[in-house]
């Protein structure tokens, strides 16, 4: 079974930094397409940056485009979000999300996600 661990969450003031992380691990990963998604109170999960298998390819929502960068390393089954300029509004949970083995392109669908980390809480203060 898949099972995704992101880390990295905390308290910071706006325009701070923070990195994100997620360790994926278990029977039948596969290094697929994976994305962080994010939920904030009374709000519904959106979509904030997801990545292809290869790491060739990137999508951002329009509100984190040239804030957040997505990575991953496939040799160490690992998924990061780099997070500057940190604004309240990114105040949310934020989850790693992994697609099954079939699926390997970068899609903004969350629910091409199969797998989902537990989330970590990112709280920025003004």
């Known amino acids: 079974q898949v099972q995704l661990r992101e880390f990295g969450g905390g308290l910071v003031q706006a325009g701070a930094s923070l990195k994100l992380s997620c360790s994926a691990s278990?029977?039948?990963?596969?290094?697929?397409?994976m994305g962080w998604f994010r939920q904030a109170p009374g709000k519904e999960r959106e979509f904030v940056a997801v990545?292809?298998?290869?790491?060739?390819?990137?999508f951002y929502a329009d509100s984190v485009k040239g804030r957040f960068t997505v990575s991953r390393s496939n040799a160490e089954n690992m998924l990061y979000l780099q997070m500057n300029s940190l604004k309240p509004e990114d105040t949310a949970v934020y989850y790693c999300?992994?697609?099954?083995?079939?699926?390997?392109?970068?899609?903004?669908?969350?629910?091409?996600?199969?797998?989902w980390g537990q989330g970590t809480q990112v709280t920025v203060s003004s």
């Open positions: 990545i292809s298998r290869s790491g060739d390819t990137q």
């Open positions: 999300a992994s697609q099954s083995i079939f699926g390997i392109a970068a899609t903004i669908d969350s629910s091409r996600y199969v797998y």
């Open positions: 278990g029977r039948g990963y596969s290094n697929s397409g």
